[in-house]
């Protein structure tokens, strides 16, 4: 398996514009989750899915952000409209039911809000 | 889930043994200790998970105390790769697959 899979890599936009990154999971995964890592905040997590669900969006910071989950084998973060404040690096990862239910990181999305 | 305390900070010589403490002394009998560990700029990767026994595989060994109050995340021959931000995490399974993570100790390998 390729493990998992986002992108882009790297995205560098202005403020106000919409911002949509993208997430596939490994295959045969029941969880996904999306978190952010800054400097000052640390590893955050935002919203989980399983089974396409989503269970827990508290993490998410505000309205702007919006998660989706239309398949099994992928999921986008959105947001709309992007403030430099957003400008992080963004990770999916996804796993089975534990135990023990260990992540599998993708290498993240940098995101740089102008 | 219980919380964690980590050092900030540990340097370790390149082939010595790094021993990385956690302590987690309000983890509730159903918790498991899962340790991460975050090389720059890369993903979280797992390395080990335990309950109340001692384990180990290929890439470390995780001690637990007794009492289940602290562990010690245990890589035996340190190298220059293992240079990584390491998270301690507390879990229970019955409240769902998240992991919440602290902000670990940053381990130095020197050569």
């Known amino acids: 398996d390729a493990g998992v899979i986002q992108s882009p890599r790297h995205e560098v936009t202005e403020m106000g514009q919409e911002v949509t990154l993208r997430c596939k999971p490994i295959?045969?995964?029941?969880?996904l989750f999306w978190y952010r890592q800054t400097m000052m905040r640390g590893l955050e997590l935002l919203i989980y899915f399983n089974n396409n669900v989503p269970i827990d969006d508290s993490g998410m910071p505000e309205d702007r952000f919006s998660a989706k989950m239309p398949n099994a084998s992928f999921s986008t973060l959105k947001i709309q409209p992007s403030e430099p404040r957003d400008s992080a690096v963004y990770f999916c990862?996804?796993?089975?039911?534990?135990?023990?239910?260990?992540?599998?990181f993708g290498e993240g999305s940098r995101l740089t809000v102008l | 889930d219980a919380k964690t305390t980590q050092p900030p900070s540990m340097d370790c010589a390149e082939g010595r043994a790094a021993n990385l403490p956690c302590n987690h002394s309000t983890i509730s009998g159903n918790e498991y200790v899962y340790w991460y560990r975050q090389i720059h700029s890369q993903g979280p990767q797992y390395i080990i998970h335990?309950?109340?026994n001692n384990e180990t595989n290929e890439m470390a060994s995780l001690i637990i105390t007794e009492d289940r109050k602290s562990s010690t995340l245990i890589l035996p021959h340190a190298t220059l790769r293992d240079t990584a931000v390491y998270y301690c995490i507390v879990r229970a399974l019955n409240t769902g697959n998240q992991f919440y993570f602290g902000t670990g100790t940053s381990l130095t390998v020197i050569p």
């Open positions: 990862a996804s796993s089975l039911a534990g135990p023990p239910g260990e992540l599998f």
């Open positions: 295959s045969g995964h029941d969880y």
């Open positions: 335990g309950l109340k």
